[in-house]
């Protein structure tokens, strides 16, 4: 009995080395997900039951967020689920703690901001926030604005892993009155 678990647990070892397992990246996409260059997936998470509903683009970046491609709140009462395709256009930025609902389809140089609940569609070119989501702006005005003030506000260039103490220290005083841009 000891002698097969040390023999199971080897062989597991081995096989993981050999074939490590698939990230969840790669197995969203096994599972049918479509996304295209650029794609910036973190700690976020893509509804995996249907997945094969969901469709992104190029150069897309999702942070802490979930994107759901159905909708169980009508399960218990007419025994289906709701389900609808969940499309991402190129250029889009979703926030931190952002949900993307069903049905939904987001434009192209898109902004979803922190904590937002897309519910509905959204245009090309626009900024999006709130519960539920709404146009508050354009994308182009925003990133010209953030654009003009590079020349004006503190910038840092040393990506955050590695930043030395020093450079730590010189941007906590130079962020006292005001913001600025990292790498």
Same mark, same amino acid.
């Not at 996304?35 to 973190?42: I, S, T, V």
């Not at 959204?122 to 654009?147: F, L, Q, W």
């Given at each position: 009995?000891?002698?097969?678990?040390?023999?199971? $647990?080897?062989?597991?070892?081995?096989?993981?080395?050999?074939?490590?397992?698939?990230?969840?990246?790669? *197995?969203?996409?096994?599972?049918?997900?479509?996304?295209?260059?650029?794609?910036?997936?973190?700690?976020?998470? @893509? =509804?995996?039951?249907?997945?094969?509903?969901?469709?992104?683009?190029? =150069?897309?970046?999702?942070?802490? $967020?979930? %994107?759901?491609?159905?909708?169980?709140?009508?399960?218990?009462? %007419?025994?289906?689920?709701?389900?609808?395709?969940?499309?991402?256009?190129?250029?889009?930025? @979703?926030?931190?703690?952002?949900?993307?609902?069903?049905?939904?389809?987001?434009?192209?140089?898109?902004?979803?901001?922190?904590?937002? %609940?897309?519910?509905? $569609? @959204?245009?090309?070119? $626009?900024?999006?926030?709130?519960?539920?989501?709404?146009?508050?702006?354009?994308?182009?005005?925003?990133?010209?604005?953030?654009?003009?003030?590079?020349?004006?506000?503190?910038?840092? =260039?040393?990506?955050?892993?590695?930043?030395? *103490? =020093? *450079?730590?220290?010189?941007? *906590?005083?130079?962020?006292?009155?005001?913001?600025?841009?990292?790498?």
């Amino acid at each position: 009995m000891m002698m097969r678990r040390i023999l199971t $647990s080897v062989t597991i070892r081995i096989k993981n080395k050999l074939n490590p397992p698939k990230s969840e990246l790669e *197995q969203l996409r096994d599972r049918g997900l479509k996304y295209g260059r650029n794609f910036e997936f973190y700690n976020s998470l @893509i =509804d995996q039951g249907h997945c094969w509903l969901v469709e992104i683009g190029d =150069d897309v970046t999702i942070t802490n $967020s979930t %994107i759901l491609a159905h909708d169980a709140s009508t399960k218990a009462y %007419i025994g289906k689920s709701k389900i609808g395709k969940v499309k991402i256009g190129d250029r889009v930025f @979703i926030g931190f703690n952002s949900v993307v609902l069903c049905n939904v389809t987001i434009g192209n140089d898109v902004i979803v901001a922190a904590g937002s %609940i897309v519910t509905k $569609s @959204i245009p090309d070119n $626009s900024i999006v926030a709130g519960n539920p989501a709404r146009v508050i702006g354009k994308t182009s005005e925003y990133i010209e604005k953030h654009r003009a003030n590079l020349a004006v506000k503190p910038v840092f =260039d040393t990506y955050w892993p590695y930043k030395t *103490q =020093d *450079q730590i220290k010189e941007i *906590q005083e130079g962020l006292n009155n005001d913001y600025g841009y990292d790498e």
